[in-house]
């Protein structure tokens, strides 16, 4: 089975490189420029992978990440934040978000193509986190 990947990016040309190269490794891709664009996908669909990016317009990611893993549970270990600016708020995050893997901007497609595949596992998970 084909691992399907959420982009949540606000910064439309990178997510757009994002989805073609995630596509080109052979995964599902969707993407959302936004938050409430995001629940809508994560609503009706089940991912492997999410890709976040930490300053969105709309909303602080790390604020996000809390609010999507305790609204769908099994996303745990599965988020991958994105930022140029990463340091700056670490000191205050959660051991759940520290515990994220982090792709800094700008990065390169091996690094991206490397972290996603870690992340992606085989198992199947349905949207409550059972297996």
């Excluded at 609204?71 to 205050?92: C, I």
Aim: glycine share 6%; net charge neutral; aromatic share 8%.
């Amino acid at each position: 089975m084909t691992a399907r990947v959420l982009i949540i990016d606000d910064e439309t040309s990178l997510r757009q490189t994002l989805e073609r190269a995630l596509r080109s490794f052979g995964y599902e891709v969707d993407s959302a420029p936004d938050p409430l664009s995001a629940y809508h996908l994560l609503g009706d669909a089940t991912y492997d992978v999410v890709l976040l990016d930490l300053r969105l317009r709309q909303a602080k990611g790390d604020a996000l990440y809390l609010a999507l893993v305790r609204q769908w549970p099994y996303l745990r270990g599965r988020v991958m934040l994105m930022s140029g600016d990463p340091w700056s708020a670490q000191d205050t995050w959660p051991p759940e978000l520290v515990a994220c893997p982090l792709l800094v901007k700008p990065f390169t497609l091996d690094t991206l193509a490397g972290l996603v595949a870690r992340i992606a596992k085989p198992d199947i998970r349905t949207k409550n986190g059972s297996a």
